[in-house]
T-cell receptor, first 115, second 115 residues
């Protein structure tokens, strides 16, 4: 079964600093990987997705992620953090096999931006 | 193009009562998913539909839970004889096709509190 592990339940960075949120995946088939963001009391919004077209994926709000097969990683980065980036971030992988569909999510990383 | 709509957004109910949530997907999306999210956790897959057919149910979906999508458009999730452990946010999502080739769009979620 496919799964993702997010390292660090909380990450704190200063405004203007680099944001790095870590995600490692486990998949028996070539994975499709996603990053979603969730603001308080809201649903999930797609930031970006990897579908094997390019290993470096650019998303909304200045975020990007790089797929590294050798490291089974799909870390999310942003060069300069803004206060508005404070939210919960989820890495996800497609559920496949035996008629399965949808996504399996990690436990999330809470991003805190210090002024 | 309106997004995924869920109703009600918040529901407080007494233990033992039945509750029903409604989801209206993005029009023309043939796949519809239900997820459950508890505090501090990522969304967990419950079930999904392709048109009106329910194709997969998670073991998390006990006998007290039932989901329907009678005409392949909106869907309902009913919880019978609610328990305090059912307190969570129930997220609905939709896509034009399987997750491996399509973006899954999420609604704002329906918060359930069982007292």
């Amino acid at each position: 079964a496919q799964s993702v592990t997010q390292l660090g339940s909380h990450v704190s960075v200063s405004e203007g600093a680099l944001v790095l949120l870590r995600c490692n995946y486990s998949s028996s088939v070539p994975p499709y990987l996603f990053w979603y963001v969730q603001y308080p009391n809201q649903g999930l919004q797609l930031l970006l997705k990897y579908t094997s077209a390019a290993t470096l994926v650019k998303g909304i709000n200045g975020f990007e992620a790089e797929f590294k097969k050798s490291e089974t990683s799909f870390h999310l980065t942003k060069p300069s953090a803004h206060m508005s980036d404070a939210a919960e971030y989820f890495c996800a992988v497609t559920r496949t096999g035996g008629g399965a569909d949808g996504l399996t999510f990690g436990k999330g990383t809470h991003l805190i931006i210090q002024p | 193009d309106t997004g995924v709509s869920q109703d009600p957004r918040h529901k407080i109910t007494k233990r033992g009562q039945n509750v029903t949530f409604r989801c209206d997907p993005i029009s023309e999306h043939n796949r519809l998913y239900w997820y459950r999210q508890t505090l501090g956790q990522g969304p967990e897959f419950l079930t999904y539909f392709q048109n009106e057919a329910q194709l997969e149910k998670s073991r998390l979906l006990s006998d007290r839970f039932s989901a329907e999508r009678p005409k392949g458009s909106f869907s309902t999730l009913e919880i019978q004889r609610t328990e305090q452990g059912d307190s969570a946010m129930y997220l609905c999502a939709s896509s034009f096709g399987p997750a491996t080739g399509n973006t899954i769009y999420f609604g704002e979620g329906s918060w359930l509190t069982v007292v």
